[in-house]
């Protein structure tokens, strides 16, 4: 971008200027929420001003969720807009979970915070051979960062792998727990949460996470989303009354996805972040997300819920197995349903 090429060599850099971005400006949740509270609840950056990254579609989503949270002095601005391109180009401190755009070029003392969004379970980089055409900008934006931010040693290992940064980054690694997960600990917080999730008569709260599924080749754009709500629509005439399901939809699928017609199964709400949503259901169902990575800490139940196992394999590969996951694997509605009333009976000390 020919403006933002002006603006980095014409612009100082703000010493106390942070931006924060979170999966280019998708949603607000994550780490990167959990970052922007601790900079503004905590005194000791009282001086720092803070830009949080949106997207038009979720600005209103992210004015709630800081609202609900009594979280001041927190600047919204939209990705690729002149105020994010100037911001770009001048703030010394920038924070990512995923990548900022292909045209960023890391100015001389900035310093570049990426904790990435999750622990690898399917194939990524070089081995992701769908999306081959996005690792050279993933490549970049780990090699030239400040700090790169590993939940565990499998996560680093991979990673540097998969992108190839052996030898080219100078980042220090930061072998720590991802700053979303303490909200699985926060056990007031979690009452809370808690108490507003269970309607009159609910007893039993379960959270779904899938992942995100790309269209296979030549499937046109109008079935996104059509394997989600068959099975929204077969486990909420399955669940009974005192059971409440929670879906977290990924931000580019929801549109296509209604809740309207559901009884038994809400999205999340948007007043709570993901991790405070999840941390107070029971049991979490998944697929091959690295969700079940992090809900893994609580001891509570997970399902692995893989109707499309043998095809999302194949086209996508995996860095682990999910054979050598401890948690129970279902491939129908029923099984799942099945598998959420019954208790934990499997080991996940590994």
Same mark, same amino acid.
């Given at each position: ?59 209103? *989503? ?5 609202? +609900?949270?009594? %979280? $001041? #002095?927190?600047?919204?601005? !939209?990705?690729?807009?002149?105020? &994010? ?69 499998? *996560? ?5 792998? +998969?992108?190839? %940064? $052996? #030898?080219?980054?100078?980042? !220090?690694?930061?072998?720590?727990? &991802? ?80 809740? $309207? ?90």
């Amino acid at each position: 971008m020919v403006r933002y090429r002006q603006l980095w060599r014409e612009l100082p850099l703000d010493d106390n200027c942070v931006l924060i971005e979170s999966q280019q400006g998708r949603t607000p949740n994550g780490n990167m929420f959990y970052i922007a509270e601790e900079l503004r609840r905590n005194p000791a950056y009282a001086n720092l001003e803070v830009w949080f990254v949106v997207k038009d579609s979720s600005l209103d *989503s992210a004015k709630i969720l800081f609202e +609900a949270h009594g %979280i $001041e #002095g927190v600047n919204f601005v !939209e990705i690729n807009s002149d105020e &994010y391109v100037k911001l770009l180009a001048s703030a010394k401190y920038l924070v990512t979970d995923t990548t900022f755009p292909t045209y960023y070029m890391r100015k001389e003392g900035q310093i570049i915070w990426n904790t990435w969004h999750g622990t690898p379970l399917k194939s990524m980089g070089r081995y992701d051979e769908e999306d081959l055409h996005k690792l050279g900008n993933v490549q970049k934006n780990l090699a030239m960062s400040t700090y790169l931010t590993f939940a565990n040693d499998h *996560s680093y290992r991979h990673m540097v792998d +998969a992108y190839m %940064i $052996e #030898g080219i980054s100078e980042a !220090e690694v930061l072998l720590a727990g &991802y700053p979303r997960n303490d909200a699985l600990f926060d056990s007031e917080r979690l009452t809370t949460v808690r108490k507003s999730l269970l309607d009159d008569g609910v007893k039993s709260l379960y959270a779904y996470m899938p992942t995100w599924r790309p269209l296979r080749k030549g499937v046109p754009g109008r079935f996104r989303g059509i394997d989600l709500m068959h099975h929204l629509l077969l486990l909420d005439d399955m669940l009974r009354d005192d059971e409440v399901m929670y879906v977290s939809v990924h931000p580019m699928e929801r549109k296509f996805v209604s809740f $309207e017609c559901l009884d038994h199964i809400k999205e999340f709400p948007e007043q709570f972040e993901t991790y405070e949503v999840l941390g107070a259901c029971d049991v979490l169902a998944t697929d091959y997300s690295s969700v079940l990575f992090d809900f893994a800490c609580t001891r509570k139940k997970i399902v692995q819920f893989l109707y499309d196992r043998i095809s999302y394999e194949k086209h996508r590969g995996m860095v682990l197995s999910v054979d050598d996951m401890p948690f129970p694997k279902v491939s129908t509605a029923e099984e799942l349903i099945a598998e959420l009333r019954s208790p934990k009976e499997y080991n996940d000390e590994a």
